[in-house]
T-cell receptor, first 119, second 116 residues
Framework: GAVVSQHPSWVICKSGTSVKIECRSL??????MFWYRQFPKQSLMLMAT?????????EQGVEKDKFLINHASLTLSTLTVTSAHPEDSSFYIC???????????????FGPGTRLTVL | AQSVTQPDIHITVSEGASLELRCNYS??????LFWYVQSPGQGLQLLLK??????LVQGIKGFEAEFKRSQSSFNLRKPSVHWSDAAEYFC??????????????FGRGTQLTVWP
């Protein structure tokens, strides 16, 4: 089946530093990937849509200068949390959109998530 | 506007009992519908999906869901729950036109607890 990986699975950093999270589609090409944020006991909040070869589209209220997204290839998107602060601590999940037809029509497959803790 | 409602925040069932998780959606066209499951600290795993055709869809782990257009519902069912089914379940509607294309709109989730 379609597999999406994320790295790292967890990270602890000091306030003011930047953290990069990678999202990879392992067995399919993904022209579109999505980045979500999830708070404890809550649903997923879409942060941005990452399109290969073009700028990401951010949801209202998401700071594009704080959450930098790069989608340099058909299998890799990165989210960089710049100048992280404790309020950025959260569970970040990516998904990749599979249009290959092998997995049916438009389906998103999710990575395992990255737990970010900012001290 | 597109939205998903999962009326039950938390459901508790005994192992071996049947299960039904409710999901209602709002979408301006025939929706794409999904159920995902999330174990603690994990990402989301796709259980099943509906795009068109047969309104009763079968998924993994013995789950099924039925699309009922007249009720705008896509309830998830399992005839006999196992302790390993304890998790958070999310219903989602997938946009497939215009500005919603490719996006997923999630319900708030239903936490399932299974008693031994």
């Amino acid at each position: 089946g379609a597999v999406v990986s994320q790295h790292p699975s967890w990270v602890i950093c000091k306030s003011g530093t930047s953290v990069k999270i990678e999202c990879r589609s392992l067995d399919f090409q993904a022209t579109t990937m999505f980045w979500y944020r999830q708070f404890p006991k809550q649903s997923l909040m879409l942060m941005a849509t990452s399109n290969e070869g073009s700028k990401a589209t951010y949801e209202q209220g998401v700071e594009k200068d704080k959450f930098l997204i790069n989608h340099a290839s058909l299998t890799l998107s990165t989210l960089t949390v710049t100048s992280a602060h404790p309020e950025d601590s959260s569970f970040y999940i990516c998904s990749a959109r599979d249009l290959s037809g092998r997995a049916g029509t438009d389906t998103q497959y999710f990575g395992p998530g990255t737990r970010l803790t900012v001290l | 506007a597109q939205s998903v409602t999962q009326p039950d925040i938390h459901i508790t069932v005994s192992e071996g009992a049947s299960l039904e998780l409710r999901c209602n959606y709002s979408y301006g066209a025939t929706p794409y519908l999904f159920w995902y499951v999330q174990s603690p600290g994990q990402g989301l795993q796709l259980l099943l999906k509906y795009f068109s055709g047969d309104t009763l869809v079968q998924g993994i782990k013995g789950f099924e869901a039925e699309f009922k257009r007249s009720q705008s519902s896509f309830n998830l069912r399992k005839p006999s729950v196992h302790w390993s089914d304890a998790a958070e379940y999310f219903c989602a509607v997938g946009g497939h036109r215009g500005s919603t294309l490719g996006r997923l709109y999630f319900g708030r989730g239903t936490q399932l607890t299974v008693w031994p």
